[in-house]
């Protein structure tokens, strides 16, 4: 018998029905530039290696609490200092639950710059915390005086700065995100998901800040389905962090697929250059559409306003219609008015998105 929907309405938490679920458009048959994956597949070579990792590991045991040769692997591929503390979580939307998990009894504030990841608010709700979005500029900017007003009003447990943004794609500039360091009374995370398409890195310096934690994900290098991602810091901060982990939350596949993937770390160094080294010709061609503006971007896609004949929603519908897959934010917050988010993908991907474009806008 199914549930009625008044016990339902009378059961779950008002503002989770007031939701909707995080929305993953059906892609097959589509060109797929709406969620920053890396369009590359691995080759042939370290496919086999995945294959004999997985095929060699067992089961039936759970993973083991051992998890100091995937630590050490992630250290050296990825540059985390030997000092540092690491967790892992199943992508780096788990790490982000956990943070507010342990910093945050409700009510207490989680704050960021606005528009960003739109799950560091949708975590924040869902674990009770107040989450507070401190609106960017309107050439979408970090607002510093903004910024530093926010957290001496709402003195925020947590702060989180995704270093290069998304969905805008700006990079806050080291001495703003120092200041905001500075003045944070409790933890700051600094999401890198998007600095291996970027100039710089806050993890050399992540034992160097008391307040800070670095984390970072897979999934923009080529490898979103592993669902994987670490956060470094202080072994002190780890060590709290690590007590609301999830038992078990990292399966012994995602390990075993990592470790073999990691022994051919310079594959994803290279896919990430391509990706950003298409990213500029890629804004290029957009900015020069008619009606188009085109926002800085430090990322593995870019940001495009369009303004002229057709707007944000109708691109994305002709686009659509066009079996071509972008993110739509036009209605998401007044700052990305007809604003698409656009993924840098494979070259033949990126030429028939221009190709449809100038035929929609012209
Ligand atoms: C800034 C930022 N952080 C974290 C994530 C989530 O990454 P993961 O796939 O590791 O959960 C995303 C995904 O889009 C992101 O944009």
Same mark, same amino acid.
């Given at each position: 018998?199914?549930?009625?929907?008044?016990?339902?309405?009378?059961?779950?938490?008002?503002?989770?029905?007031?939701?909707?679920?995080?929305?993953?458009?059906?892609?097959?048959? =589509? #060109? +797929?530039?709406?969620?920053?994956? =890396?369009?590359?597949?691995?080759?042939?070579?370290?496919?086999? *290696?995945?294959?004999?990792?997985?095929?060699?590991?067992?089961?039936?045991?759970?993973?083991?609490?051992?998890?100091?040769?995937?630590?050490?692997?992630?250290?050296?591929?990825?540059?985390?200092?030997?000092?540092?503390?690491?967790?892992?979580?199943?992508?780096?939307?788990?790490?982000?639950? #956990?943070?507010?998990?342990?910093? =945050?009894?409700?009510?207490?504030?989680?704050?960021?710059?606005?528009?960003?990841?739109?799950? $560091?608010?949708?975590?924040?709700?869902? *674990?009770?915390?107040?989450?507070?979005?401190?609106?960017? %500029?309107?050439?979408?900017?970090?607002?510093?005086?903004?910024?530093?007003?926010?957290?001496?009003?709402?003195?925020?447990?947590?702060?989180?700065?995704?270093?290069?943004?998304?969905?805008?794609?700006?990079?806050?500039?080291?001495?703003?995100?120092?200041?905001? #360091? *500075?003045?944070?009374?409790?933890? &700051?995370?600094?999401?890198?998901?998007?600095?291996?398409?970027?100039?710089?890195?806050?993890?050399?310096?992540?034992?160097?800040?008391?307040?800070?934690?670095?984390?970072? %994900?897979?999934?923009?290098?080529?490898?979103?389905?592993?669902?994987?991602?670490?956060?470094?810091?202080?072994?002190?901060?780890?060590?709290?962090?690590?007590?609301?982990?999830?038992?078990?939350?990292?399966? &012994?596949?995602?390990?075993?697929?990592?470790?073999?993937?990691?022994?051919?770390?310079?594959?994803?160094?290279?896919?990430?250059?391509?990706?950003?080294? *298409?990213?500029?010709?890629?804004?290029?061609?957009?900015?020069?559409?008619?009606?188009?503006?085109?926002?800085?971007?430090?990322?593995? $896609?870019?940001?495009?306003?369009?303004?002229? +004949?057709?707007?944000?929603?109708?691109?994305?519908?002709?686009? +659509?219609?066009? +079996?071509?897959?972008?993110?739509?934010?036009?209605?998401?917050?007044?700052?990305?008015?007809? =604003?698409?988010?656009?993924?840098?993908?494979?070259?033949?991907?990126?030429?028939?998105?221009?190709?449809?474009?100038?035929?929609?806008?012209?």
């Amino acid at each position: 018998m199914p549930p009625s929907g008044a016990r339902i309405a009378a059961t779950v938490r008002a503002d989770v029905r007031a939701l909707a679920a995080y929305p993953v458009a059906e892609a097959t048959g =589509c #060109i +797929k530039l709406d969620a920053m994956e =890396c369009p590359y597949e691995l080759p042939e070579a370290v496919r086999e *290696d995945i294959a004999r990792a997985v095929r060699d590991t067992p089961l039936n045991r759970y993973p083991s609490a051992d998890l100091s040769a995937l630590q050490q692997a992630v250290r050296a591929a990825f540059g985390v200092p030997d000092a540092a503390g690491l967790l892992f979580g199943n992508g780096s939307d788990e790490l982000i639950h #956990i943070a507010i998990q342990a910093c =945050c009894a409700p009510g207490d504030v989680v704050l960021s710059p606005w528009p960003s990841f739109v799950y $560091f608010d949708m975590a924040a709700r869902f *674990d009770h915390a107040r989450f507070v979005g401190v609106p960017l %500029t309107e050439d979408l900017s970090l607002d510093l005086p903004a910024m530093l007003a926010a957290i001496r009003e709402h003195q925020p447990k947590l702060v989180f700065l995704a270093v290069p943004n998304n969905p805008t794609g700006g990079l806050w500039p080291a001495e703003q995100v120092q200041a905001v #360091i *500075d003045a944070a009374p409790g933890l &700051v995370v600094i999401d890198e998901a998007y600095q291996p398409f970027a100039d710089g890195t806050w993890m050399p310096r992540v034992l160097d800040l008391p307040n800070v934690v670095v984390m970072r %994900t897979v999934s923009k290098i080529g490898l979103a389905g592993l669902r994987f991602g670490y956060l470094a810091g202080s072994p002190d901060w780890i060590a709290e962090l690590n007590k609301v982990r999830p038992p078990y939350n990292l399966d &012994v596949l995602t390990q075993a697929a990592l470790l073999a993937v990691l022994r051919h770390k310079p594959v994803l160094d290279e896919q990430a250059a391509r990706l950003r080294a *298409d990213r500029g010709p890629l804004a290029a061609a957009l900015a020069a559409l008619p009606g188009t503006r085109v926002f800085p971007s430090a990322g593995n $896609f870019v940001l495009a306003r369009f303004s002229g +004949k057709m707007d944000g929603n109708a691109v994305h519908l002709a686009l +659509k219609t066009r +079996k071509i897959l972008v993110r739509n934010f036009s209605g998401a917050h007044p700052l990305l008015a007809d =604003c698409l988010r656009i993924s840098v993908g494979a070259p033949a991907e990126n030429a028939a998105l221009l190709a449809a474009l100038q035929e929609i806008l012209s």
